[in-house]
């Protein structure tokens, strides 16, 4: 931004000086704070005496010896609480952004990914333990991704963050400024901004680190940046990125046929005015889809009216007498009407409410030197600067884990250092000697060496060793108190170091042991959950501002799939043959959580034998089990395994039909037995036949020949009859005469 007037000039040198000066009071305040978690975190790494402990232990023959407790511990609670990928559940104020939910929380998981997000957070979570106060700050970098820019989170020095001393709030959301300054050389100031490089040269340089001395004894072992040798003729300039709240004026609209409610500012709200909208029978959508469907359900119920109207009309007709051909009356239904229009007609009609009002967002301001690079307004209303606060005081400077152990590690080391002094001085035994019995210089000399006379004068009396006194054994005790007291205070038991000793006999013992003795780990948790979620709040509108392109981008699911997502992206809508843009993150409000205890360790095997019993019973299948297993090739092995049982499955269907094949053969065979025992059946029954019908036959003619031999008798006998008949013929009339006189 270039300026060009007297006024903005004098508004950008009065932004330095006050940056400045805030700068100035706020490193005052937090002096006591920095040197006391300067001095926890060099506990943390070994530097656990002082300069003048050291002297007095040299003194007195003494080593300085550290035995640290603190580092194993919490790094041991470090590594439980990032042991995984925390996961993010987005959910929509809107039923309309359900589907981009699903992708803001994959967005989310990208910008874990491609920020180194478990360092990040693992060093945050170190300095939550160790000084009291981790920080991530969320950013956008217009540099990465080909220039088209990426939304990153990184750590922050906690000694690099200077906070208004005022603030009571937890993540520091009623500051008044929070100011992140260090020194730069050039050459890293100008890489970070390029694009202001001439007035990185120009800025006034500075050598003060502004780090707090603790008087620890310096061995050379741990260095921090104030002790990195610096470079000849290499210039430093100190950096302050400086964020304030500002009021902005922006429109919240209201709208009546939905309820949303938003807030916009002018590019938002002039984009927004020329939104269409599809008005059917006073219904108001902004969806052409979901409009026209609407309108194909209002036309077939007219349809279905008009017809009922016609049927009704065709029956009253019938009743007065009139013929099929008499013309029936119109039906009276309305038409349906589809009107389109936009947003801004809606707002003429008062159908949406416009209020322009004002709301705070985040200012940023970054000064090199004296030197104003740039300042903008993000598009957030809290500060891009994420404390992780652990034992929280009401004030920005809570205390650490640490600070509340350093007095049991400085016993323990105490306590060690007595110890090998003592076996020190138990292994070389210390003699009296009487005064001029001996020659001192020849006795000092050959008294350690074995199987040496040493000659003394016995009148004068006898050399007498001195037995050094047994240190008590409440000595050792309380040094194992002290370090089971520091594991106690940072919510941790031997087991869960990796003492097997310690766990229970038996497996699912050891499992419930383990899940009781997280409880502390997880109150801890809650607190670094909640800032992981202030930092996914604060990342999805910096992603809305940034990413307004097509984007493609992919995440590494946590069974090693690749799942890939595309954003803002420009396609034909196949029905309506309108340009729209699918998966449009640039619009909706989302809310957003980090899901409980998604960051802790997992006992695999525990998990596995429950999907495997839930596979068993039906209620999930193969492809979910194979995820909770280390199979790094799952897709394959799926893949695999699924061609394994088709194989199987085409040989239990061949072996099947083999088998049908086989059946449908015996069964053959058995027919074409029964086929031939019918055939020689009805061959026997054929012949049987034959002789029947040739019995009949000869029956038949033996019948005929029979009548007509019968018949050739009885011809003949009648002949016969009637020959021999004739008198009596003659006589038969006189008998009957006879008869008839008596």
Not at 291 to 315: C, H, V
Not at 536 to 563: D, G, H
Not at 626 to 644: H, S
Not at 684 to 699: H, P, R, T, V, W
């Amino acid at each position: 931004m270039i300026y060009n007037n007297k006024a903005q000039k004098s508004k950008k040198k009065k932004t330095v000086t006050d940056t400045l000066e805030i700068f100035k009071k706020y490193s005052s305040a937090r002096d006591t704070w920095a040197k006391e978690a300067k001095e926890d975190k060099e506990f943390r790494l070994g530097k656990q005496w002082t300069k003048e402990q050291v002297d007095t232990l040299e003194a007195r023959g003494q080593a300085p010896i550290v035995v640290n407790r603190i580092h194993p511990a919490v790094e041991t609670a470090k590594a439980m609480i990032t042991a995984n990928r925390p996961s993010f559940r987005v959910s929509p104020r809107e039923d309309s952004d359900k589907k981009i939910a699903n992708v803001i929380s994959s967005l989310l998981s990208y910008m874990y990914d491609i920020s180194d997000g478990r360092t990040v957070i693992r060093q945050a979570i170190d300095d939550y333990y160790t000084m009291g106060l981790g920080y991530i700050n969320i950013y956008q970098d217009p540099m990465k991704d080909m220039g088209k820019g990426e939304v990153c989170i990184h750590d922050v020095d906690p000694l690099d963050v200077y906070v208004d001393p005022a603030s009571r709030n937890r993540f520091f959301d009623d500051a008044e400024n929070i100011i992140v300054s260090r020194l730069f050389t050039k050459e890293q100031a100008m890489k970070l901004w390029p694009m202001y490089e001439s007035k990185i040269k120009n800025a006034s340089g500075e050598e003060d680190h502004n780090a707090p001395e603790t008087g620890r004894h310096y061995d050379g072992t741990i260095q921090f940046p104030e002790d990195v040798e610096r470079l000849d003729k290499t210039e430093y300039v100190r950096g302050y990125e400086r964020y304030y709240k500002v009021n902005v004026e922006e429109y919240r609209i209201y709208e009546s046929f939905s309820g949303k409610e938003d807030l916009m500012n002018d590019e938002e709200y002039e984009k927004y005015v020329k939104t269409p909208v599809y008005i059917v029978e006073k219904r108001i959508f902004k969806d052409r889809e979901k409009a026209m469907q609407f309108y194909q359900t209002l036309e077939l119920q007219r349809q279905m009216e008009m017809e009922k109207q016609m049927m009704q009309s065709e029956a009253e007709m019938k009743q007065l007498g009139y013929g099929p051909e008499a013309e029936l009356p119109e039906p009276e239904v309305p038409k349906v009407h589809v009107e389109e229009a936009d947003i801004g007609f809606l707002i003429s009609q008062n159908l949406v409410e416009v209020v322009k009002t004002l709301v705070t967002k985040v200012k940023q301001c970054v000064i090199i030197g004296e030197t104003e690079l740039y300042s903008r307004v993000l598009p957030i209303e809290n500060y891009p600067i994420v404390p992780f606060c652990n034992v929280h005081t009401r004030t920005p400077y809570p205390a650490s884990d640490v600070r509340l152990v350093k007095g049991l590690q400085e016993y323990i080391n105490k306590t060690r250092s007595l110890i090998i002094a003592h076996a020190t001085t138990s292994t070389n035994t210390k003699i009296l000697v009487p005064e001029g019995s001996v020659d001192m210089a020849d006795f000092e000399q050959k008294w350690a060496q074995p199987g040496v006379a040493i000659q003394y004068d016995p009148t004068d009396g006898a050399p007498m060793p001195i037995q050094p006194s047994p240190l008590p054994n409440e000595l050792y005790n309380n040094e194992m108190t002290a370090k089971n007291d520091i594991d106690h205070q940072l919510g941790l038991y031997e087991m869960m170091q990796g003492n097997a000793s310690a766990a229970p006999q038996t497996y699912k013992a050891t499992i419930a042991l383990d899940e009781f003795g997280q409880r502390k780990i997880k109150s801890k948790l809650a607190d670094i959950e909640a800032s992981l979620t202030r930092v996914a709040q604060l990342a999805i509108p910096l992603m809305q501002q940034l990413y307004t392109t097509r984007k493609v981008f992919r995440v590494v699911q946590p069974n090693n799939s690749l799942n890939e997502y595309v954003i803002n992206q420009k396609l034909v809508d196949d029905k309506t043959e309108e340009i729209k843009i699918f998966n449009d993150i640039t619009i909706g409000k989302y809310d957003v959580v980090v899901v409980a205890g998604s960051t802790l360790p997992t006992n695999r095997y525990a998990e596995l034998e429950f999907y495997k019993d839930a596979f068993q019973m039906g209620l999930i299948d193969r492809q979910e089990v194979l995820k909770k297993t280390e199979i790094f090739d799952a897709e394959g092995v799926q893949e695999r395994m699924d061609m394994i049982a088709k194989l199987k499955g085409a040989l239990e269907q061949a072996q099947g039909e083999i088998k049908k094949l086989q059946g449908d053969i015996q069964t053959r065979d058995r027919e074409a037995v029964n086929l031939r025992k019918k055939a020689e059946v009805e061959k026997f029954k054929s012949g049987l036949d034959k002789i029947k019908n040739k019995s009949e036959a000869a029956g038949s003619l033996f019948d005929s020949r029979l009548d007509d031999t019968l018949s050739l008798v009885k011809n003949k006998i009648t002949t016969d009859i009637q020959r021999a008949g004739q008198p009596s013929e003659k006589e038969a009339p006189k008998k009957k005469k006879t008869k008839k006189k008596k």
